[in-house]
């Protein structure tokens, strides 16, 4: 698991917020693209500085809608090079 979170977590955090949104192999498995996981590792990030997911995710889709800090290490569109998490 290349982003440190554990299978159970990325599939719940999926279910309940909608957050990755990988795209699927014809075999059915998630494939995270860059942007997916600079979104897990920022999510990773704020809640090991003890900001619950609900709160992290509400503060990551303001700073997407504003267009702020993040467009430096968030890239705000896929570069189509999906990767296994």
């Known amino acids: 698991v290349r ?3 554990s299978g159970a977590v ?10 990755p949104s990988p ?7 998630r494939l ?8 897990l590792h920022w999510l990773s990030q704020a809640t090991a500085k003890g900001i619950n997911i609900s709160q992290a995710i509400q503060e990551l889709n303001a700073l997407i809608a504003q267009n ?3 467009n430096i290490a968030l890239p705000l569109h896929d570069t ?3 990767t296994t998490a």
């Open 10 to 19: 990325l599939r719940a955090w999926e279910r309940r917020y909608g957050v």
């Open 32 to 39: 995270y693209s860059e942007r997916d996981m600079v979104i």
């Open 80 to 82: 189509g090079h999906p």
């Open 3 to 5: 982003t440190g979170i």
């Open 23 to 29: 795209n699927r192999s014809a075999q059915g498995y």
């Open 68 to 70: 702020e800090a993040l």
